[in-house]
């Protein structure tokens, strides 16, 4: 064995560094694991801001952004989850900003904040249109400042339990090569998204769920896995996310017409309805031929040179680069693409799994405060809210807990099941399968849902699954094998597309991300407030339900 630690965290974006120097700060010898390195993670990318009822803007408070939430949501998060999101929210926000996290800041000096999709106030504290970044950049300098181990470049591929008890992590090592065992009295996973199920998205190339399968080889249910959030505006064709702050700022979205179509499907918030209904109402236009070349136009031109250059001067850049479109000249062809997964390991409010020792946090887990659809900047306040609770849970369950040893025997397992793949020489190659897998989960599992196209996109992936037994890696080198790797995610993606698909199909109703206009157009609260929980038996997903915790919000009609 590589170390023994009391918490291994899983996972350097935002949530895994947040639960990192919490885990530290209780007195706890903690070591990170990242894939690539952590300022490299997907965290880094987030654009538009973080949610938190600061009141700086306006006379804002935790109540009504947990109201929006839950509303935002569609009655699927779990209302004691969200609850402890949005009143800790402020704390934490404050925390980052003693850090160093350098926020924009309203004429008086205090944390500016702008108004984000389905939010009754302005309650969006960001860093120009580059806050993932500037978060990253200071939770990766409070871990330089602390003694804690982080193993960069290390892949996690399987996760070690024995005595009904987490016990480690059985990574690849990138640089040199060779599986490592580490061990650990707690693992945090936080692995982030898994936006690379489909071909357009705003996610990473990192972004593969393997976090969230790790769990569910080892039994852990996900949940809500049918949930996948489209956001309004992608760019066309990369996929690559134009941020909300736009429409916080007043951008337009118009059709071939020249129209505001959102007139027609949320006639008080506008551009500011949540982004299920926007990324609907889109598709809509797209279907009907209000399109051009399969997009629609987000128009930031009435917003004058001077506030894009100082407020979205990231997503000019991106614009012009990605699309060859100046905004302050052009409006910016967008379409809605795969951005966040609101389902994944369920977690308690501590971070915890059914499996003893295994936390998770941020957009791998499933706690839910996201429920059916999640508010723009409720993510990465959920990462370092949920990333902190986690960090100190694992720490001070850790610390009264003394004894690891995992078994060698699972190294020795893992390193046999490795050398399979790596001997096999004969079949096929791994970017057909993921090809096939993205282009038809986007095809038949994206905005609008339909069950003949569920059922044949859980056909496709079944076959995917079988075609997988037989797939060759080509490189059989030590030295940065992402061909190995890339394989070892592929596995991950399809059953995790399996899941989706067998959850997507039980709810036999409408609701947030997941949309059934042909056959089950409403939402149905009298048999579907509950959430849908997947483990995996027999090569195959298996469903069951859990009821949506309801405290003092009871369902109403969602309008925008
Ligand atoms: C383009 C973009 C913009 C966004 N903008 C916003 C925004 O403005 N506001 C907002 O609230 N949300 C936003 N989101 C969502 C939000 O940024 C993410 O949900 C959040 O940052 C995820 O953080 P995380 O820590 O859970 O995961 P990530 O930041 O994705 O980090 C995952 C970590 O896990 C590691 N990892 C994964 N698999 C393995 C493995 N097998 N072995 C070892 N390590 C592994 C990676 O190396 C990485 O360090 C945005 C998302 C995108 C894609």
């Known amino acids: 064995m590589e170390a023994k630690h009391d918490v291994l965290i899983v996972g350097a974006g935002l949530a895994g560094m947040r639960a990192a120097i919490e885990a530290f700060d209780a007195g706890a010898d903690v ?61 934490d926000v404050y925390q980052l900003e003693h850090w160093g996290a350098v926020f924009s800041r309203t004429e008086d000096g205090r944390i500016a904040q702008r108004p984000f999709g389905a939010a009754g106030e302005p309650r969006t504290a960001y860093a120009a249109d580059i806050t993932g970044h500037v978060l990253i950049h200071v939770l990766y300098e409070q871990v330089m400042k602390r003694d804690l181990a982080v193993y960069e470049e290390w892949f996690a591929w399987k996760l070690v339990e024995d005595e009904g008890r987490c016990q480690g992590v059985i990574c690849w090592d990138l640089l040199n090569g060779g599986l490592k065992m580490v061990g650990a009295k707690t693992v945090i996973l936080a692995t982030g998204g898994a936006g690379r199920l489909y071909t357009g998205t705003t996610n990473a190339y990192s972004c593969t769920g393997d976090g969230m399968a790790m769990a569910l080889r080892m039994g852990v249910p996900l949940k809500d896995m049918e949930m996948m959030q489209f956001h309004p505006t992608t760019l066309s064709p990369s996929g690559v996310l134009i941020t909300e702050g736009c429409r916080g700022e007043g951008a337009y979205l118009l059709n071939s017409e020249g129209e505001r179509f959102l007139v027609r499907y949320a006639p008080n918030a506008m551009e500011l309805a949540s982004r299920d209904v926007i990324s609907r109402a889109e598709q809509t236009e797209i279907d009907e031929g209000r399109a051009i070349d399969g997009n629609v136009l987000l128009d930031l031109r009435h917003l004058g040179a001077d506030r894009i250059i100082e407020r979205l001067h990231g997503t000019r850049e991106l614009s012009m680069v990605f699309a060859g479109v100046d905004p302050i000249h052009e409006p910016i062809p967008v379409r809605p693409g795969a951005h966040y997964h609101m389902g994944g390991i369920d977690t308690d409010v501590d971070g915890k799994t059914v499996l003893e020792g295994l936390y998770a946090a941020g957009e791998c887990a499933c706690v839910s405060v996201h429920g059916a659809n999640r508010l723009g900047g409720n993510a990465l ?101 992402s061909d190995l790797t890339q394989a070892l995610e592929l596995e991950f993606l399809l059953e995790l597309a399996s899941c989706m698909v067998e959850a997507g199909l039980a709810r036999r109703e409408s609701r947030g991300a997941h949309a059934r206009p042909y056959d089950y157009p409403n939402r149905d609260d009298e048999s579907f407030m509950k959430h849908t929980l997947v483990t995996w038996a027999d090569g195959r997903p298996q469903l069951t339900w859990e009821p949506v915790r309801v405290t003092k919000w009871q369902p109403q009609e969602r309008t925008y």
């Open 381 to 481: 306040m959920e990462t370092i809210t949920y990333g902190k609770r986690s960090g100190r849970a694992a720490a001070e369950w850790a610390l009264a807990n003394t004894v690891v040893a995992p078994p060698e025997s699972a190294l020795t397992d893992a390193e046999q099941k490795l050398q399979a793949l790596l001997d096999r020489t004969d079949g096929e190659r791994p970017h057909a399968i993921r090809d096939e897998m993205a282009e038809t989960m986007h095809e038949n599992f994206g905005v609008f849902r339909r069950e003949d196209q569920m059922r044949r996109q859980g056909e496709i992936v079944a076959g995917l699954l079988e075609r997988y037994e037989n797939v060759v890696v080509e490189d059989k080198g030590s030295v940065f094998n």
């Open 31 to 91: 070591a990170l694991i990242s894939k690539i390195h952590p300022v490299r993670s997907h965290s880094g990318a987030a654009e538009g801001g973080i949610n938190a009822a600061l009141g700086n803007a306006s006379e804002d408070d935790p109540e009504k952004h947990a109201f929006d939430t839950v509303k935002g949501s569609d009655y699927l998060g779990d209302q004691d989850a969200i609850q402890v999101l949005c009143d800790e929210a402020p704390g």
